[in-house]
């Protein structure tokens, strides 16, 4: 089965930036998504990079209004069936796997799986994925090399993630095979555990203004 291309799509484009968080208190992940969401960015990335990140996944699902929340750095089949049992509406992967994908056609909750290289987005397209993520986007060469993938593989939109600050996020968003970036500045793990509230709403709406 193909990528949803509409269900990634509401994710990709509810706002500028899709937040990446690293959470390792799930009572906190509440008032933090709560934040987000004030500030204007309703998709939120939480990484299974914690013990705890499938719990913080539950509270936001639960008892945050307006989150579209979702799981990252989902490697494999067995987590993707966690992530989406905790209640989470999307997958993303630094990579992609078969086994990944076969897990994707398994589920109706939509995966944005990373790639680096046009072999990898040709990989992918050739699979039915379209909308993909740009990982890690500084590091494999930034906006100028997204850029030349614009032509040769129009057909692939992009979320860079990886290095993306509020400084770097204009020229990607200016991008023709971009429609969102992914960051962790709004909300990195420092403000979180200080309980930032305000400062990451704030953050989170500088970062839902941004244009190209």
């Known amino acids: 089965m193909a990528q949803d291309i509409e269900k990634i799509e509401t994710v990709m484009c509810a706002a500028p930036v899709i937040p990446v968080l690293v959470v390792e208190d799930p009572q906190k992940a509440v008032p933090m998504a709560t934040a987000l969401v004030k500030g204007g960015l309703p998709a ?89 993520k740009f990982f890690p986007a500084e590091q494999a060469g930034g906006a100028s090399y997204l850029k030349s993938l614009s032509s040769p593989l129009a057909a692939a939109k992009f979320c860079p993630t990886g290095g993306v600050s509020i400084d770097k996020a204009p020229d990607y968003l200016a991008l023709p095979n971009v429609l969102c970036v992914g960051g962790s500045w709004i909300a990195d793990a420092k403000a979180i555990a200080s309980e930032d509230w305000a400062g990451i709403e704030e953050r989170a709406r500088a970062a839902s203004g941004l244009t190209s």
Do not use: W
Request: aromatic share 4%; glycine share 8%; charged share 20%.
């Open 44 to 132: 939120i990335e939480i990484t299974l990079r914690t013990e705890r990140a499938l719990e913080a996944i539950e509270a936001v699902s639960k008892h945050v209004e307006g989150a579209i929340v979702g799981a990252g750095t989902v490697l494999d089949g067995r987590q993707y069936d966690a992530a989406v049992s905790a209640g989470s509406r999307f997958i993303v992967s630094p990579g992609a796997t078969q086994n990944l994908l076969d897990a994707a056609e398994a589920h109706s909750v939509p995966l944005l799986p990373g790639a680096a290289t046009a072999s990898e987005v040709m990989f992918l397209l050739e699979r039915g994925y379209r909308r993909l």
